[in-house]
């Protein structure tokens, strides 16, 4: 199943429903997207209008699902928490194997990341037009992929992102 849902619809879904949210970016994608319409209106427009409103009884719906879908998978033995260790498993087999092509790509991006970026401070390249108006974007999305070389490289462990998404969830203790 081929679904393309709106940021909105997805931040509800990392929000309400993490585990069917982890899944959609996975190999259970089409199981999760399944479950996902089955719980909010049987087809794909319903579903996504029915997560855009945030009706509380659609977000009580889409946290049934959540819990069914984990319970229905651990019930198959397909625990995420297993599978994602099983891709780093793969991940650090194929470093027994030829390394060069990923220190390769990894060495050219990084070289150009720092290289642009070091222009782009020193003021040594003037942008105009559209030009001006793209770099920050481009800037943006490769300043995103350096963790995940850095991850791949240096490893992130399964409680480091447990910390990171309970901080994120974390209100300040000042906060109402």
């Given at each position: 199943?081929?679904?393309?849902?709106s940021?909105?619809?997805?931040?509800?879904?990392?929000?309400?429903?993490p585990g069917?949210?982890?899944?959609?970016?996975?190999?259970?994608?089409?199981?999760?997207?399944?479950?996902?319409?089955?719980?909010?209106?049987?087809?794909?427009k319903?579903?996504?209008?029915?997560?855009?409103?945030?009706?509380?009884?659609?977000?009580?719906?889409?946290r049934?699902?959540?819990?069914?879908?984990?319970?229905?998978?651990?019930?198959?033995?397909?625990?995420?928490?297993?599978?994602?260790?099983?891709?780093?498993?793969?991940?650090?087999?194929?470093?027994?194997?030829?390394m060069?092509?990923?220190?390769?790509?990894?060495?050219?991006?990084?070289?150009?990341?720092?290289?642009?970026?070091?222009?782009?401070?020193?003021?040594?390249?003037?942008?105009?037009?559209?030009?001006?108006?793209?770099?920050?974007?481009?800037?943006?999305?490769?300043?995103?992929?350096?963790?995940?070389?850095?991850?791949?490289?240096?490893?992130?462990?399964?409680?480091?992102?447990?910390?990171?998404?309970?901080?994120?969830?974390?209100?300040?203790?000042?906060?109402?």
């Amino acid at each position: 199943m081929k679904w393309k849902l709106s940021e909105k619809a997805l931040a509800t879904i990392k929000a309400v429903a993490p585990g069917l949210a982890t899944a959609l970016g996975g190999p259970l994608a089409g199981a999760a997207a399944g479950a996902l319409v089955s719980a909010l209106g049987g087809d794909e427009k319903a579903a996504e209008a029915a997560l855009l409103t945030q009706d509380p009884a659609t977000l009580l719906a889409l946290r049934k699902a959540d819990n069914d879908f984990t319970i229905r998978m651990t019930e198959l033995g397909l625990e995420p928490d297993r599978l994602a260790q099983a891709d780093r498993a793969d991940a650090r087999s194929m470093a027994k194997t030829n390394m060069k092509p990923q220190m390769a790509i990894t060495t050219v991006f990084l070289v150009g990341y720092f290289l642009l970026l070091w222009v782009l401070m020193t003021g040594s390249v003037v942008a105009d037009g559209v030009a001006r108006e793209q770099l920050p974007t481009l800037l943006g999305v490769l300043t995103g992929a350096v963790p995940s070389i850095l991850a791949f490289w240096f490893g992130s462990t399964a409680g480091s992102q447990a910390k990171s998404v309970m901080l994120a969830n974390s209100k300040p203790a000042d906060s109402p």
